[in-house]
């Protein structure tokens, strides 16, 4: 079972996964597609990627016109920002946050034209992406993370950001 919650972007979902605990641990579903599509999310997912990250490391606002994504951080933890990157809509510069970690196991369901980037807050964090779509189908596209007409704010100051990122 999952629970989905609309957030104050359109189309964009916190998703919390069901957790069986035990004294040997949890157990968790990360994806089950009759599960996600009867709770109207029905991106077909066509590849997965994984991003492990030190302390500090800020990546900046990525996406593209044509890419779902379900993200959700495996191990550590993230403060993850999506935004509207959508400049033909009302909502353009509208961002959100979360945070996104290997305890509370919480996904976000991000459609197209939304920038998705993160800080990680423990010693270092695992991020995972399944998308929609093959790498490099779409041009991507980058904002900055720290972009005036946005106002993002990020809990600490960067450490580590990629040349794309600055």
Request: charged residues 25%.
């Amino acid at each position: 079972m999952i629970t989905v919650e609309k957030t104050s972007l359109k189309g964009v979902y916190l998703v919390k996964p069901s957790v069986h605990e035990d004294a040997r641990g949890n157990f968790y579903e990360t994806y089950n597609e009759k599960e996600y599509k009867a709770a109207g999310l029905t991106a077909t997912f066509v590849q997965d990627d994984v991003s492990r990250s030190v302390g500090g490391v800020l990546k900046g606002m990525h996406g593209d016109p044509g890419t779902t994504k379900l993200v959700q951080c495996t191990a550590g933890k993230v403060y993850a920002v999506i935004l509207n990157c959508d400049e033909s809509s009302p909502d353009f510069g509208k961002w959100e946050s979360f945070i996104l970690s290997d305890e509370n196991k919480y996904q976000l369901y991000i459609p197209p034209m939304y920038g998705n980037g993160y800080y990680v807050l423990s010693d270092y964090a695992v991020y995972t992406y399944k998308q929609s779509t093959y790498y490099g189908e779409y041009k991507q596209f980058t904002y900055k993370y720290n972009d005036e007409r946005f106002g993002i704010v990020w809990p600490d100051e960067a450490k580590v950001v990629s040349e794309r990122d600055k």
